[in-house]
């Protein structure tokens, strides 16, 4: 008679000639080779099936490949496709679509996957584990990245919140203040110009810090007017 070893199932109806076994492959099988319906064509003696012919061959079955899952027991010789952006692991037998985990820049699995978000990103693939913010002081536009591609806040701003998804995150550092310090995680990074000058807000260098009115020069090299003379401009050169 056809063969009933898993993942192969006999369906039997009988020994009688004419009658017909159907064999099906398990959830996360397909028919590779064989025949699903088999047809007796000699009825085996005294009921004992051992002696019955059927027509065709044994069913084999094969997994379903990367990329595929079956989620029930059929004749079927194919399996299912994973949905778009997503992929089967390996060492499992894949017999639901919740085998078919986010590829890189994207999240979950199955038909609930979707695109990393703005600010974050997420290099495994395949897998459904969340996609990792942008840390502070960095900021990412763009969806679906697949690398840690966040951009920094540049020098002069800095930003506290992680997963940030604009450069507006990125806050300036304030008038009379200035930093150096690009992907600035804190607003302590802002440090005070000199006494006797001043700085517009988000400056990223000392030089931007300009003489008071009677003052002259920047940065480190601020003097008071000398003798016969003055300057009523503030935060200026001159």
Do not use: H, M
């Amino acid at each position: 008679p056809p063969s009933n070893d898993p993942p192969v199932s006999l369906k039997r109806q009988g020994n009688a000639v004419n009658s017909v076994c159907t064999s099906t492959c398990s959830a996360g099988y397909f028919v590779s080779a064989g025949d699903s319906e088999r047809t007796c064509t000699a009825g085996g003696g005294g009921g004992d099936p051992s002696s019955s012919a059927f027509s065709g061959n044994d069913v084999a079955c094969t997994l379903c490949g990367a990329g595929t899952y079956k989620a029930d027991e059929s004749t079927s010789a194919s399996c299912t496709p994973c949905p778009d952006n997503t992929n089967t692991d390996t060492g499992s037998v894949f017999t639901a679509d919740v085998f078919c985990l986010g590829l890189a820049g994207y999240t979950g699995s199955g038909s609930t996957v979707t695109p990393c978000a703005k600010g974050t990103w997420k290099s495994a693939s395949p897998s459904s584990v969340l996609c990792t913010a942008c840390i502070e002081g960095k900021y990412k536009a763009a969806t679906t990245q697949l690398t840690d591609t966040c951009d920094d806040c540049v020098a002069g701003k800095y930003n506290v919140n992680s997963g940030s998804a604009a450069v507006s995150a990125c806050a300036g550092c304030g008038t009379g203040t200035y930093s150096t310090v690009l992907a600035s995680q804190v607003e302590s990074n802002c440090q005070t110009c000199p006494d006797n000058s001043n700085s517009p807000a988000a400056s990223d260098a000392l030089i931007d810090c300009l003489a008071d009115a009677g003052y002259t020069g920047s940065g480190g090299s601020v003097a008071v007017c000398g003798a016969g003379a003055y300057k009523a401009a503030s935060a200026s050169l001159a």
